[in-house]
Protein backbone atom coordinates (compact mmCIF):
# COMPACT_ATOMS: atom_id res chain seq x y z
CA UNK A 1 0.00 0.00 0.00
CA UNK A 2 1.41 3.42 -0.87
CA UNK A 3 3.01 4.98 2.46
CA UNK A 4 0.95 7.55 3.84
CA UNK A 5 1.82 8.94 7.74
CA UNK A 6 -0.78 9.76 10.32
CA UNK A 7 -0.23 13.42 9.48
CA UNK A 8 -0.77 12.97 5.84
CA UNK A 9 -3.79 10.70 5.92
CA UNK A 10 -5.74 13.42 8.30
CA UNK A 11 -4.67 16.11 5.81
CA UNK A 12 -5.84 14.52 2.73
CA UNK A 13 -8.80 13.29 4.66
CA UNK A 14 -9.29 17.05 5.21
CA UNK A 15 -8.71 17.76 1.35
CA UNK A 16 -11.32 15.48 0.20
CA UNK A 17 -13.86 16.88 3.04
CA UNK A 18 -13.53 20.50 1.94
CA UNK A 19 -14.36 19.37 -1.94
CA UNK A 20 -17.50 16.94 -0.96
CA UNK A 21 -18.96 17.83 2.33
CA UNK A 22 -19.55 21.56 1.46
CA UNK A 23 -22.62 20.85 -0.90
CA UNK A 24 -23.90 17.53 1.20
CA UNK A 25 -24.43 19.90 4.48
CA UNK A 26 -26.30 22.87 2.35
CA UNK A 27 -28.33 19.83 1.07
CA UNK A 28 -29.27 18.07 4.27
CA UNK A 29 -29.82 21.94 5.73
CA UNK A 30 -32.39 22.58 3.46
CA UNK A 31 -33.60 19.01 3.56
CA UNK A 32 -34.10 19.65 7.45
CA UNK A 33 -35.53 22.80 7.05
CA UNK A 34 -38.32 21.71 4.66
CA UNK A 35 -39.07 18.84 6.62
CA UNK A 36 -39.30 20.74 9.90
CA UNK A 37 -40.58 23.91 8.82
CA UNK A 38 -44.27 23.11 9.60
CA UNK A 39 -43.26 22.86 12.85
CA UNK A 40 -43.33 26.45 13.18
CA UNK A 41 -46.51 27.38 10.59
CA UNK A 42 -48.25 24.81 13.05
CA UNK A 43 -49.79 27.28 15.33
CA UNK A 44 -51.08 29.62 12.57
CA UNK A 45 -51.79 27.12 10.23
CA UNK A 46 -54.02 24.52 12.74
CA UNK A 47 -55.53 28.03 13.65
CA UNK A 48 -56.99 29.36 10.59
CA UNK A 49 -57.69 25.82 9.02
CA UNK A 50 -59.21 24.22 11.78
CA UNK A 51 -56.48 21.35 12.39
CA UNK A 52 -56.67 19.70 15.53
CA UNK A 53 -53.42 18.13 17.57
CA UNK A 54 -54.06 14.94 16.29
CA UNK A 55 -54.59 16.28 12.61
CA UNK A 56 -51.14 17.78 12.95
CA UNK A 57 -49.77 14.75 14.57
CA UNK A 58 -50.82 12.50 12.09
CA UNK A 59 -49.35 14.94 8.88
CA UNK A 60 -46.38 15.26 10.61
CA UNK A 61 -46.36 11.22 10.89
CA UNK A 62 -47.32 10.59 7.36
CA UNK A 63 -44.41 11.93 5.96
CA UNK A 64 -42.04 9.45 7.67
CA UNK A 65 -44.34 6.89 5.95
CA UNK A 66 -43.77 7.81 2.49
CA UNK A 67 -39.77 8.39 3.46
CA UNK A 68 -39.94 4.82 4.69
CA UNK A 69 -41.64 3.00 2.10
CA UNK A 70 -39.64 4.41 -0.44
CA UNK A 71 -36.19 4.34 1.27
CA UNK A 72 -34.72 1.25 -0.46
CA UNK A 73 -35.85 1.79 -3.79
CA UNK A 74 -34.34 5.07 -3.85
CA UNK A 75 -30.73 4.02 -2.82
CA UNK A 76 -30.84 1.26 -5.36
CA UNK A 77 -31.65 3.48 -7.76
CA UNK A 78 -28.45 5.96 -6.36
CA UNK A 79 -26.03 3.23 -6.79
CA UNK A 80 -27.24 2.79 -10.26
CA UNK A 81 -27.52 5.87 -11.40
CA UNK A 82 -24.89 8.15 -9.29
CA UNK A 83 -25.18 10.04 -6.42
CA UNK A 84 -24.78 13.48 -8.21
CA UNK A 85 -27.89 13.14 -10.32
CA UNK A 86 -30.12 11.03 -8.02
CA UNK A 87 -29.33 13.39 -4.87
CA UNK A 88 -30.09 16.34 -7.10
CA UNK A 89 -33.63 14.81 -8.22
CA UNK A 90 -34.53 14.37 -4.59
CA UNK A 91 -33.87 17.67 -3.90
CA UNK A 92 -35.47 19.60 -6.97
CA UNK A 93 -38.70 17.11 -6.40
CA UNK A 94 -38.93 18.14 -2.30
CA UNK A 95 -38.45 21.79 -3.15
CA UNK A 96 -41.28 21.86 -5.32
CA UNK A 97 -43.12 20.04 -3.03
CA UNK A 98 -42.75 21.77 0.18
CA UNK A 99 -43.60 25.13 -1.48
CA UNK A 100 -46.52 23.84 -3.01
CA UNK A 101 -48.01 22.94 0.92
CA UNK A 102 -48.44 26.40 1.33
CA UNK A 103 -51.69 26.19 -0.70
CA UNK A 104 -53.21 23.00 1.23
CA UNK A 105 -56.96 23.91 2.66
CA UNK A 106 -57.85 20.27 4.03
CA UNK A 107 -56.60 17.86 6.36
CA UNK A 108 -56.54 15.39 3.22
CA UNK A 109 -54.81 18.01 1.33
CA UNK A 110 -52.42 18.50 4.39
CA UNK A 111 -51.74 14.56 4.69
CA UNK A 112 -51.34 14.31 1.02
CA UNK A 113 -48.82 16.80 0.59
CA UNK A 114 -46.99 15.75 3.08
CA UNK A 115 -46.73 12.18 2.03
CA UNK A 116 -45.45 13.24 -1.05
CA UNK A 117 -42.68 15.15 0.39
CA UNK A 118 -41.55 11.56 1.99
CA UNK A 119 -41.92 10.29 -0.90
CA UNK A 120 -39.83 12.93 -2.31
CA UNK A 121 -36.81 12.84 0.14
CA UNK A 122 -36.95 9.17 0.56
CA UNK A 123 -33.24 8.04 0.46
CA UNK A 124 -31.46 11.24 1.30
CA UNK A 125 -29.42 10.83 4.51
CA UNK A 126 -28.70 7.03 3.34
CA UNK A 127 -27.67 7.75 0.17
CA UNK A 128 -25.32 10.19 1.51
CA UNK A 129 -23.77 8.24 4.05
CA UNK A 130 -23.31 5.30 0.85
CA UNK A 131 -21.97 8.26 -1.12
CA UNK A 132 -19.54 9.57 1.77
CA UNK A 133 -18.47 5.76 2.17
CA UNK A 134 -17.25 6.20 -0.77
CA UNK A 135 -14.59 8.70 -0.38
CA UNK A 136 -13.45 8.25 3.68
CA UNK A 137 -12.43 5.28 5.43
CA UNK A 138 -13.89 3.79 8.08
CA UNK A 139 -12.40 5.30 10.73
CA UNK A 140 -12.61 8.67 9.44
CA UNK A 141 -16.54 8.13 8.50
CA UNK A 142 -18.52 9.18 11.77
CA UNK A 143 -16.36 12.33 11.88
CA UNK A 144 -17.35 12.71 8.22
CA UNK A 145 -20.85 12.30 8.25
CA UNK A 146 -20.82 14.56 12.21
CA UNK A 147 -19.47 17.28 9.57
CA UNK A 148 -22.66 17.12 7.16
CA UNK A 149 -24.96 16.58 10.01
CA UNK A 150 -24.08 19.57 11.43
CA UNK A 151 -26.42 21.21 9.17
CA UNK A 152 -29.22 19.73 11.17
CA UNK A 153 -28.44 21.97 14.28
CA UNK A 154 -27.86 24.63 11.16
CA UNK A 155 -31.47 24.22 10.22
CA UNK A 156 -32.62 24.56 13.95
CA UNK A 157 -30.70 28.06 13.72
CA UNK A 158 -32.11 29.16 10.54
CA UNK A 159 -35.93 28.06 11.33
CA UNK A 160 -35.68 29.75 14.81
CA UNK A 161 -34.04 33.11 13.33
CA UNK A 162 -36.17 33.16 10.44
CA UNK A 163 -39.61 32.08 11.08
CA UNK A 164 -40.45 35.21 13.27
CA UNK A 165 -39.88 37.51 10.27
CA UNK A 166 -41.24 35.26 7.37
CA UNK A 167 -44.70 34.69 10.02
CA UNK A 168 -45.04 38.61 10.20
CA UNK A 169 -45.70 38.84 6.20
CA UNK A 170 -49.22 38.13 7.30
CA UNK A 171 -51.53 39.39 4.39
CA UNK A 172 -48.72 40.64 1.90
CA UNK A 173 -49.82 39.68 -1.47
CA UNK A 174 -53.09 37.74 -0.19
CA UNK A 175 -50.81 35.29 1.70
CA UNK A 176 -51.11 34.20 5.13
CA UNK A 177 -47.69 34.45 7.24
CA UNK A 178 -47.66 30.53 7.28
CA UNK A 179 -47.30 30.13 4.11
CA UNK A 180 -44.54 32.91 3.38
CA UNK A 181 -43.17 30.16 5.63
CA UNK A 182 -43.10 27.21 3.63
CA UNK A 183 -42.58 29.33 0.12
CA UNK A 184 -39.70 30.94 1.18
CA UNK A 185 -38.11 28.01 2.95
CA UNK A 186 -38.57 25.64 -0.20
CA UNK A 187 -37.18 27.33 -2.67
CA UNK A 188 -33.91 27.11 -2.04
CA UNK A 189 -33.90 23.33 -2.44
CA UNK A 190 -35.06 23.75 -6.26
CA UNK A 191 -32.33 26.08 -6.55
CA UNK A 192 -29.55 24.30 -4.55
CA UNK A 193 -30.15 20.59 -6.68
CA UNK A 194 -29.41 22.98 -10.31
CA UNK A 195 -26.13 23.66 -8.27
CA UNK A 196 -25.57 20.07 -6.88
CA UNK A 197 -25.88 18.42 -10.07
CA UNK A 198 -23.49 20.67 -12.34
CA UNK A 199 -21.07 20.53 -9.04
CA UNK A 200 -20.68 17.30 -6.91
CA UNK A 201 -17.73 14.81 -7.50
CA UNK A 202 -18.99 11.96 -8.28
CA UNK A 203 -16.40 9.05 -7.16
CA UNK A 204 -12.46 9.76 -6.25
CA UNK A 205 -11.50 8.03 -9.59
CA UNK A 206 -13.78 11.11 -11.59
CA UNK A 207 -12.16 14.07 -10.17
CA UNK A 208 -8.71 15.94 -11.17
CA UNK A 209 -7.89 17.48 -7.42
CA UNK A 210 -6.50 13.87 -6.16
CA UNK A 211 -3.29 13.14 -7.66
CA UNK A 212 -1.99 9.65 -8.71
CA UNK A 213 -0.24 8.37 -4.91
CA UNK A 214 -3.76 9.74 -3.31
CA UNK A 215 -6.13 8.37 -5.07
CA UNK A 216 -3.70 4.59 -5.38
CA UNK A 217 -3.90 5.13 -1.13
CA UNK A 218 -7.72 5.96 -0.84
CA UNK A 219 -8.47 3.27 -3.27
CA UNK A 220 -6.68 0.54 -1.28
CA UNK A 221 -7.50 2.00 2.00
CA UNK A 222 -11.42 1.67 0.99
CA UNK A 223 -10.56 -1.94 -0.63
CA UNK A 224 -10.02 -3.48 2.24
CA UNK A 225 -13.08 -2.68 3.61
CA UNK A 226 -14.64 -6.01 3.84
CA UNK A 227 -16.72 -7.35 6.10
CA UNK A 228 -17.99 -11.36 6.65
CA UNK A 229 -19.78 -11.98 3.44
CA UNK A 230 -18.40 -9.54 0.68
CA UNK A 231 -16.72 -12.90 -0.61
CA UNK A 232 -20.49 -14.52 -1.49
CA UNK A 233 -22.86 -12.78 -4.36
CA UNK A 234 -24.68 -10.30 -3.08
CA UNK A 235 -28.61 -10.73 -2.22
CA UNK A 236 -31.46 -8.18 -1.12
CA UNK A 237 -32.22 -10.43 1.48
CA UNK A 238 -29.28 -10.48 3.11
CA UNK A 239 -28.42 -6.71 3.24
CA UNK A 240 -32.21 -6.59 4.53
CA UNK A 241 -32.17 -8.67 7.14
CA UNK A 242 -28.31 -8.75 8.34
CA UNK A 243 -28.97 -8.84 12.06
CA UNK A 244 -26.48 -5.65 12.99
CA UNK A 245 -29.33 -3.59 10.21
CA UNK A 246 -32.07 -4.55 12.22
CA UNK A 247 -30.85 -3.64 15.79
CA UNK A 248 -29.42 -0.20 14.65
CA UNK A 249 -32.61 0.34 12.74
CA UNK A 250 -34.71 -0.30 15.82
CA UNK A 251 -32.36 1.41 18.45
CA UNK A 252 -32.37 4.73 16.46
CA UNK A 253 -36.39 4.24 15.31
CA UNK A 254 -36.89 4.27 19.18
CA UNK A 255 -34.61 7.53 19.55
CA UNK A 256 -36.46 8.97 16.58
CA UNK A 257 -39.68 9.01 18.71
CA UNK A 258 -39.34 10.80 20.79
CA UNK A 259 -36.64 13.01 18.23
CA UNK A 260 -39.57 13.71 16.54
CA UNK A 261 -41.67 14.28 18.82
CA UNK A 262 -40.41 17.20 20.31
CA UNK A 263 -39.04 18.39 16.89
CA UNK A 264 -42.80 19.11 15.22
CA UNK A 265 -44.19 19.96 18.63
CA UNK A 266 -41.23 22.06 19.66
CA UNK A 267 -42.55 25.82 19.41
CA UNK A 268 -45.85 24.95 20.72
CA UNK A 269 -44.14 23.05 23.76
CA UNK A 270 -42.09 25.88 25.11
CA UNK A 271 -44.89 28.33 24.24
CA UNK A 272 -47.28 26.03 26.22
CA UNK A 273 -44.12 25.45 28.73
CA UNK A 274 -42.73 28.87 29.33
CA UNK A 275 -45.50 31.12 27.96
CA UNK A 276 -42.90 33.14 25.52
CA UNK A 277 -43.72 34.34 22.12
CA UNK A 278 -42.75 33.34 18.65
CA UNK A 279 -39.48 35.39 18.48
CA UNK A 280 -38.34 34.40 21.91
CA UNK A 281 -38.98 30.39 21.15
CA UNK A 282 -37.19 30.78 18.35
CA UNK A 283 -34.06 31.67 19.87
CA UNK A 284 -34.67 28.67 22.22
CA UNK A 285 -34.60 26.86 19.44
CA UNK A 286 -31.86 28.40 17.58
CA UNK A 287 -30.16 27.98 21.29
CA UNK A 288 -30.56 24.32 21.05
CA UNK A 289 -29.37 23.77 17.40
CA UNK A 290 -26.50 25.56 19.06
CA UNK A 291 -26.27 22.77 21.71
CA UNK A 292 -26.41 19.85 19.23
CA UNK A 293 -23.31 21.18 16.75
CA UNK A 294 -21.43 21.74 19.92
CA UNK A 295 -22.51 17.67 20.79
CA UNK A 296 -21.79 16.92 17.00
CA UNK A 297 -18.38 18.38 17.04
CA UNK A 298 -17.30 16.42 19.84
CA UNK A 299 -18.80 12.96 19.27
CA UNK A 300 -17.25 12.97 15.86
CA UNK A 301 -13.59 13.35 17.26
CA UNK A 302 -14.16 10.73 20.04
CA UNK A 303 -16.34 8.25 18.82
CA UNK A 304 -15.66 7.09 15.36
CA UNK A 305 -12.16 5.42 15.65
CA UNK A 306 -14.04 2.05 16.90
CA UNK A 307 -17.66 0.71 16.05
CA UNK A 308 -17.67 -0.67 19.64
CA UNK A 309 -16.36 3.23 21.28
CA UNK A 310 -19.32 4.40 18.71
CA UNK A 311 -22.22 2.18 20.28
CA UNK A 312 -21.03 3.00 23.83
CA UNK A 313 -21.35 6.68 22.79
CA UNK A 314 -24.70 6.20 21.12
CA UNK A 315 -26.23 4.27 24.35
CA UNK A 316 -24.71 7.41 26.87
CA UNK A 317 -26.22 9.80 24.40
CA UNK A 318 -29.48 8.17 24.54
CA UNK A 319 -29.54 7.68 28.18
CA UNK A 320 -28.83 11.65 28.76
CA UNK A 321 -31.53 12.56 26.53
CA UNK A 322 -34.20 10.23 28.79
CA UNK A 323 -32.83 12.09 31.60
CA UNK A 324 -33.52 15.99 29.39
CA UNK A 325 -37.12 14.25 29.12
CA UNK A 326 -37.31 13.55 32.85
CA UNK A 327 -36.49 17.33 33.67
CA UNK A 328 -38.47 18.97 30.75
CA UNK A 329 -41.51 16.51 32.31
CA UNK A 330 -40.99 17.71 35.78
CA UNK A 331 -39.87 21.28 35.10
CA UNK A 332 -41.55 23.88 37.05
CA UNK A 333 -40.16 26.87 35.89
CA UNK A 334 -39.74 28.78 32.43
CA UNK A 335 -36.00 28.08 32.42
CA UNK A 336 -35.96 24.45 33.76
CA UNK A 337 -38.11 23.66 30.75
CA UNK A 338 -35.67 25.59 28.55
CA UNK A 339 -32.94 23.77 29.90
CA UNK A 340 -34.44 20.36 29.53
CA UNK A 341 -35.66 20.79 26.27
CA UNK A 342 -31.83 22.32 25.00
CA UNK A 343 -30.32 18.96 26.66
CA UNK A 344 -32.44 16.44 25.06
CA UNK A 345 -32.07 18.11 21.64
CA UNK A 346 -28.11 18.27 22.05
CA UNK A 347 -27.97 14.26 23.22
CA UNK A 348 -30.73 12.68 21.06
CA UNK A 349 -29.71 14.70 18.14
CA UNK A 350 -26.20 13.81 17.96
CA UNK A 351 -26.63 10.12 18.64
CA UNK A 352 -29.10 10.21 15.46
CA UNK A 353 -26.24 10.21 13.48
CA UNK A 354 -23.93 6.96 14.67
CA UNK A 355 -26.24 4.20 13.60
CA UNK A 356 -25.78 4.67 10.16
CA UNK A 357 -22.39 5.55 10.59
CA UNK A 358 -22.03 2.02 12.31
CA UNK A 359 -23.91 -0.03 9.60
CA UNK A 360 -21.58 1.29 6.71
CA UNK A 361 -18.60 -0.71 8.71
CA UNK A 362 -20.53 -4.00 9.71
CA UNK A 363 -22.28 -5.02 6.27
CA UNK A 364 -20.69 -6.42 2.82
CA UNK A 365 -19.38 -3.47 0.43
CA UNK A 366 -21.81 -4.84 -2.00
CA UNK A 367 -24.97 -4.52 0.90
CA UNK A 368 -24.26 -1.30 1.60
CA UNK A 369 -27.05 0.44 -0.47
CA UNK A 370 -29.69 -1.56 0.97
CA UNK A 371 -28.73 -2.30 4.01
CA UNK A 372 -28.60 1.76 4.64
CA UNK A 373 -31.84 2.04 3.44
CA UNK A 374 -33.17 -0.76 5.21
CA UNK A 375 -32.14 0.45 8.68
CA UNK A 376 -32.79 4.17 8.15
CA UNK A 377 -36.27 2.76 7.15
CA UNK A 378 -36.91 0.84 10.46
CA UNK A 379 -35.11 4.21 11.86
CA UNK A 380 -38.09 6.24 9.68
CA UNK A 381 -40.92 3.97 11.65
CA UNK A 382 -40.41 5.21 14.63
CA UNK A 383 -40.27 8.79 13.48
CA UNK A 384 -43.80 8.01 11.72
CA UNK A 385 -45.32 6.33 15.27
CA UNK A 386 -43.88 9.02 17.20
CA UNK A 387 -45.45 12.52 16.20
CA UNK A 388 -48.73 10.44 15.46
CA UNK A 389 -49.01 9.28 19.21
CA UNK A 390 -47.99 12.53 20.37
CA UNK A 391 -51.35 14.11 18.84
CA UNK A 392 -53.25 12.23 20.22
CA UNK A 393 -52.71 12.38 23.73
CA UNK A 394 -52.12 15.73 23.42
CA UNK A 395 -56.06 16.20 21.89
CA UNK A 396 -56.79 13.46 25.01
CA UNK A 397 -55.28 14.79 28.09
CA UNK A 398 -55.74 18.94 26.77
CA UNK A 399 -51.48 18.98 27.22
CA UNK A 400 -47.80 17.34 26.42
CA UNK A 401 -47.38 16.06 29.83
CA UNK A 402 -48.41 12.15 28.94
CA UNK A 403 -46.40 13.14 25.70
CA UNK A 404 -43.32 13.11 27.23
CA UNK A 405 -43.75 10.22 29.42
CA UNK A 406 -44.27 8.07 27.04
CA UNK A 407 -40.95 8.93 25.54
CA UNK A 408 -39.12 7.92 28.16
CA UNK A 409 -39.68 4.14 27.74
CA UNK A 410 -38.78 4.38 23.63
CA UNK A 411 -34.99 5.98 24.84
CA UNK A 412 -33.99 3.66 27.51
CA UNK A 413 -35.05 0.76 25.18
CA UNK A 414 -32.52 2.52 22.34
CA UNK A 415 -30.22 2.45 24.68
CA UNK A 416 -30.60 -1.19 25.44
CA UNK A 417 -30.97 -2.02 21.76
CA UNK A 418 -27.89 -0.26 21.40
CA UNK A 419 -25.56 -2.02 24.24
CA UNK A 420 -26.79 -5.43 23.04
CA UNK A 421 -25.69 -4.60 19.46
CA UNK A 422 -21.95 -3.77 21.03
CA UNK A 423 -22.02 -6.82 22.69
CA UNK A 424 -22.30 -8.72 19.63
CA UNK A 425 -20.00 -6.57 18.08
CA UNK A 426 -17.23 -7.58 20.50
CA UNK A 427 -18.00 -11.41 20.46
CA UNK A 428 -17.40 -11.20 16.38
CA UNK A 429 -14.09 -9.35 16.89
Request: hydrophobic content about 55%; aromatic content about 10%.
Amino acid sequence: MTGFTYQQERALVRKIALRTLPLILLSYFVAFVDRANISFAAASMNAELGFSETVYGIGASVFFLGYALLEVPSNLMLSRFGARRWLARIMLSWGVISAATAFIHTPGQFYLMRFALGVAEAGFYPGVVLYVSTWFPGEHRAWAVSRFYIALPLAFVAMGALAAPLLALHGWLGLHGWQWLLVAEGVPSILLALILLAALPERPDTVSWLDDRERGWLEQRLALETAPGDETPQTLARALFNPFVLALGLANGLNFMAINSITFAGPKLLAHATGLGVAEVGRVVSAGGIAIAIGLLGVGLLAGRTVSRTLLAYAGLVLASAVALAVLRTGGSPATAIGGYIAFNAAAQTAGMLPLAVVSRLVPLADRPAALAMANTISQGGSFFGPMLWGYAADATGGYGLGLILLLPMALGSASVALLARRAVLKRA
